[in-house]
C-alpha cells in the first residue's frame, strides 16, 4: 500500500525559507509523479509543483516560479519542496500526492495523498 508522509512544515518570517519532505512507500509503479498541493483556509486546494520520477520534469504554478524548487532523490523515494521568499499568502497546510508517470494539475487525478504538513508565514 502507498504511503506517503510529510515534513518540513513550521512557522517562518516573511521572505524565509522552508524545505518540506516527502516520503513515500509502496509504489507499485515502475514511474510516478509526486505533486505539491496546498489548501488555505476558506480557499481550495491548489496545485503548486510537481515532478516526475522518470525523467525529473518539473512543473510549477505561477505565483510560486522562481521562489520554489521541486526536487527527488530517487534512491530514498523522497521528494523535496524547497520554499525560497516566502509570503504570507504562502500560508496553508501542503500536502503531497501520487499517481503513476505523469504530472497533473488536478488533485482529481492523484489517488494517494499525505496528512499535510502546515506552514505558516507570518511576523
Known amino acids: 500500500q502507498l504511503q506517503l508522509v510529510e515534513s518540513g512544515g513550521g512557522l517562518v518570517q516573511p521572505g524565509g525559507s522552508l524545505r518540506l519532505s516527502c516520503a513515500a512507500s509502496?509504489?507499485?509503479?515502475?514511474?510516478?509523479?509526486i505533486g505539491w498541493f496546498r489548501q488555505a483556509p476558506g480557499k481550495e486546494r491548489e496545485g503548486v509543483s510537481c515532478?516526475?520520477?522518470?525523467?525529473?520534469?518539473?512543473y510549477y504554478a505561477d505565483s510560486v516560479k522562481g521562489r520554489f524548487t521541486i526536487s527527488r532523490d530517487n534512491a530514498k523515494n523522497t521528494v523535496y519542496l524547497q520554499m525560497n521568499s516566502l509570503k504570507p499568502e504562502d500560508t496553508a497546510v501542503y500536502y503531497c500526492?501520487?499517481?503513476?508517470?505523469?504530472?497533473?494539475?488536478?488533485?482529481?487525478?492523484?489517488?494517494?495523498w499525505g496528512q499535510g504538513t502546515q506552514v505558516t508565514v507570518s511576523t
Open positions: 509502496g509504489f507499485t509503479w515502475d514511474y510516478y509523479a
Open positions: 515532478i516526475r520520477s522518470s525523467d525529473g520534469s518539473t
Open positions: 500526492a501520487a499517481r503513476g508517470f505523469y504530472c497533473s494539475d488536478y488533485e482529481r487525478d492523484f489517488g494517494s
